[in-house]
Every structure is written in structure tokens, then in C-alpha cells.
């Protein structure tokens, strides 16, 4: 079975403080790890992917096979921040489901 | 192309009435996913199609559920019976697909309220 753990539902940083959004998964293979935003009032859209490994708006994500860990990073909040975060896995291969976690909140405070 | 579209974006029903929602992918896209999302929760995987072939189907889809998605093209979601437990937001989201998991480009939503 595949999962993923978002243990904070709500982060409240102020702006200019460090981001970190953590995300845990749990899956017996080589997994593939994302990253998806949703606005306020918008669509839900990727953010970023591990294989890609690029830095989407400052935020970077690193994937940590022994913690099995996937924590988005941001050095700087900035206000336009403020959004809904959800990590989702799948398998690799081509055939596999996306699964989602519960989401957390980010709410940089001005 | 616009993007991925659905129809409709909201529908109230009663309980016990079947509801039908549409989706229309990005067109060059062959995988198609729905998912529903309830307040506090991530989208949660109901089902997904690489061209026409339903792929999986979550034990969350009860047998009143029904997707299909003909020609490889658009797709519907059917609920038969509804419930009240079924109110939530029905996403579907599409990707290119291949020997890895392309970005999803998510739709609006169909928001469903039974009451």
C-alpha cells in the first residue's frame, strides 16, 4: 500500500522566516515524489517533482530514501506563499495511481 | 486548449437520484484521472484511464459508481443512488502518459452537494 503523511495541517511563518513543509511517505518501491500547490480561488498545479530536481518560486525539495522523507524547503517566506501544499507519490513505470496527502496549510503572515 | 474542463461545476441533488459529471482533458493527454476531495482532505484516487482502458479502480468506488471514458477522449463519472456521504468536490485531473507519472493538470471540479 502506498501513503502519504503530511503531519501539520496549518504552518504559520512570517514573512522573510524559513519554510519547511514536511511530508512522509510510505511505499516498497521506487517511489516517484511531488509536490502540489492550490491557490487561493484556483486550480491544484504542480509545484515541483524530485526527479526533476529544481527550485519552482525558491522552493526546493529533497528526497530522503532512508527517513523516507520528501520535506518542501523555502529559505525566505514570501506572502504570495500563503496556499495549500500536497505531497502525492506514485510508482514508477508508468502504470501507477497518484496518491495525496491530507494537505497543509501555509499562512506567511505579513 | 484551455485546459482541462468539467461539467457541471456545481450540482445539488437528493438522495437516491443519479448524478453524471463530465470531463474534457488537454487534448494530447491520454491519462485521465478522477479523484474526490472532502473538507480537510487531499484528493483522494477513484480511478484512472490511459486512453479508453480504465487501468484501477479504488475500493473507495462502491458499485454505484461508474466511470467510463469512450475513444480515449472525455469522461464521465456516474453516481447512481446518490447518498449523502457522497457530497464532495469530484476532481479529474490529465496527464501525458508513459514509463513515468507526467504533472496532472487538474480541472475545476464538480462541487456535489446531496441532500
Known amino acids: 500500500a502506498q501513503r502519504v503523511t503530511q503531519p501539520e495541517k496549518l504552518l504559520s511563518v512570517f514573512k522573510g522566516a524559513p519554510v519547511e513543509l514536511k511530508c512522509n511517505y510510505s511505499?516498497?518501491?521506487?517511489?516517484?515524489l511531488f509536490w502540489y500547490v492550490q491557490y487561493s480561488r484556483q486550480r491544484l498545479q504542480l509545484l515541483l517533482r524530485h526527479i526533476s530536481r529544481e527550485s519552482i518560486k525558491g522552493f526546493t525539495a529533497d528526497l530522503n530514501k532512508g527517513e523516507t522523507s520528501f520535506h518542501l524547503k523555502k529559505p525566505f517566506a514570501q506572502e504570495e506563499d500563503s496556499a495549500m501544499y500536497y505531497c502525492?507519490?506514485?510508482?514508477?513505470?508508468?502504470?501507477?495511481?497518484?496518491?495525496f496527502g491530507i494537505g497543509t496549510k501555509l499562512q506567511v503572515i505579513p | 486548449d484551455t485546459g482541462v474542463s468539467q461539467d457541471p461545476r456545481h450540482k445539488i441533488t437528493k438522495r437516491g437520484q443519479n448524478v453524471t459529471f463530465r470531463c474534457d482533458p488537454i487534448s494530447e493527454h491520454n491519462r485521465l484521472y478522477w479523484y474526490r476531495q472532502t473538507l480537510g482532505q487531499g484528493p483522494e484516487f477513484l480511478t484512472y484511464?490511459?486512453?479508453?482502458?480504465?487501468?484501477?479502480k479504488s475500493r473507495l468506488l462502491s458499485d454505484r459508481f461508474s466511470a467510463e471514458r469512450p475513444k480515449g477522449s472525455f469522461s464521465t463519472l456516474e453516481i447512481q443512488r446518490t447518498e449523502q456521504g457522497d457530497s464532495a468536490m469530484y476532481l479529474c485531473?490529465?496527464?501525458?502518459?508513459?514509463?513515468?507519472?507526467?504533472?496532472?493538470?487538474f480541472g475545476p471540479g464538480t462541487r456535489l452537494t446531496v441532500t
Open positions: 485531473a490529465s496527464s501525458l502518459g508513459g514509463l513515468t507519472t507526467y504533472e496532472q493538470y
Open positions: 484511464f490511459q486512453n479508453e482502458a480504465q487501468l484501477e
Open positions: 502525492a507519490l506514485s510508482g514508477r513505470g508508468g502504470y501507477q495511481k497518484v496518491t
Open positions: 511505499y516498497s518501491g521506487s517511489p516517484e
